[in-house]
């Protein structure tokens, strides 16, 4: 059995307007998932899908652990769980960077699974990206938090709303400094407040929350003992980190 490799000629529905995240976890976790197509441009395997439960329906991206290239750095088949684990990290900040993500089976077996998000086409990438914008801000903190190892240009997803999303984390939470990302212009600029009030939050929930409980059963305890430590190193410098030194700080191609 092998995946469709051309693109989806039928688009499924997307998020409708009201569902909230904890419906889109439902409906991603226990619905029927059904294969429309494949994202050729993806490195690993990536299927477009819809998923539907009773009246609910939605459109959704599928990542099979067996679809997952190997990597030199990243042990093998642990991608999916590291996009789950950015998802929690992401709900703890209340933030709502990552888009809802869940971990389950499938038609190519257990994977990742997450709502697909349309995104506002007339927004050009490049300025938002070097844009001083507090949401695109968030981000880069959150970056460092899980230590995004590919943050493309092309991994934000802005809405109509304002709203900015990210997407691709399955290189994140290396116990390594890894940190490549495109948004560095906040690079040794003193954190905003909200930040620095979020991050002692999770501080607290990885060392003793659910959170810290949840990471442990997606990442390696080293794995988890270095995201804490990378949330007390921000607290503790109270800016935003430079680029590693022994480290490419920006991804490529870099949109």
């Given at each position: 059995?092998?995946?469709?490799?051309?693109?989806?000629?039928?688009?499924?529905?997307?998020?409708?307007?009201?569902?909230?995240?904890?419906?889109?976890?439902?409906?991603?976790?226990?619905?029927?998932?059904?294969?429309?197509?494949?994202?050729?441009?993806?490195?690993?395997?990536?299927?477009?899908?819809?998923?539907?439960?009773?009246?609910?329906?939605?459109?959704?991206?599928?990542?099979?652990?067996?679809g997952e290239r190997p990597l030199w750095?990243?042990?093998?088949?642990?991608?999916?769980?590291?996009?789950?684990?950015?998802?929690?990290?992401?709900?703890?900040?209340?933030?709502?960077?990552?888009?809802?993500?869940?971990?389950?089976?499938?038609?190519?077996?257990?994977?990742?699974?997450?709502?697909?998000?349309?995104?506002?086409?007339?927004?050009?990438?490049?300025?938002?990206?070097?844009?001083?914008?507090?949401?695109?801000?968030?981000?880069?903190?959150?970056?460092?938090?899980?230590?995004?190892?590919?943050?493309?240009?092309?991994?934000?997803?802005?809405?109509?709303?304002?709203?900015?999303?990210?997407?691709?984390?399955?290189?994140?939470?290396?116990?390594?400094?890894?940190?490549?990302?495109?948004?560095?212009?906040?690079?040794?600029?003193?954190?905003?407040?909200?930040?620095?009030?979020?991050?002692?939050?999770?501080?607290?929930?990885?060392?003793?929350?659910?959170?810290?409980?949840?990471?442990?059963?997606?990442?390696?305890?080293?794995e988890v003992e270095a995201t804490w430590?990378?949330?007390?190193?921000?607290?503790?410098?109270?800016?935003?980190?430079?680029?590693?030194?022994?480290?490419?700080?920006?991804?490529?191609?870099?949109?």
């Amino acid at each position: 059995m092998t995946a469709p490799e051309s693109e989806p000629a039928v688009k499924p529905p997307s998020k409708p307007p009201t569902m909230h995240d904890e419906e889109a976890l439902t409906l991603l976790r226990d619905g029927s998932l059904e294969v429309a197509g494949r994202l050729v441009e993806a490195t690993n395997m990536t299927l477009y899908c819809s998923v539907k439960l009773g009246s609910r329906s939605a459109a959704c991206v599928y990542k099979p652990v067996r679809g997952e290239r190997p990597l030199w750095d990243f042990p093998d088949g642990t991608l999916a769980a590291r996009e789950v684990a950015a998802f929690e990290v992401s709900q703890a900040t209340g933030w709502r960077i990552v888009p809802p993500t869940v971990h389950r089976d499938g038609p190519f077996g257990p994977g990742m699974c997450q709502l697909w998000i349309d995104t506002e086409r007339e927004i050009d990438l490049m300025r938002l990206v070097k844009s001083r914008n507090p949401v695109v801000r968030r981000m880069a903190v959150f970056d460092a938090v899980v230590n995004n190892a590919d943050r493309k240009g092309g991994h934000l997803l802005p809405l109509p709303t304002g709203h900015v999303y990210g997407v691709d984390h399955g290189v994140c939470f290396s116990a390594e400094d890894k940190l490549r990302t495109v948004l560095w212009q906040w690079r040794g600029k003193p954190l905003a407040r909200e930040a620095v009030a979020v991050l002692a939050k999770l501080e607290r929930d990885i060392e003793s929350g659910s959170l810290g409980r949840r990471l442990r059963e997606l990442l390696t305890l080293a794995e988890v003992e270095a995201t804490w430590q990378r949330v007390r190193k921000l607290l503790d410098t109270g800016v935003h980190p430079y680029p590693s030194e022994g480290w490419p700080a920006i991804p490529w191609p870099p949109i």
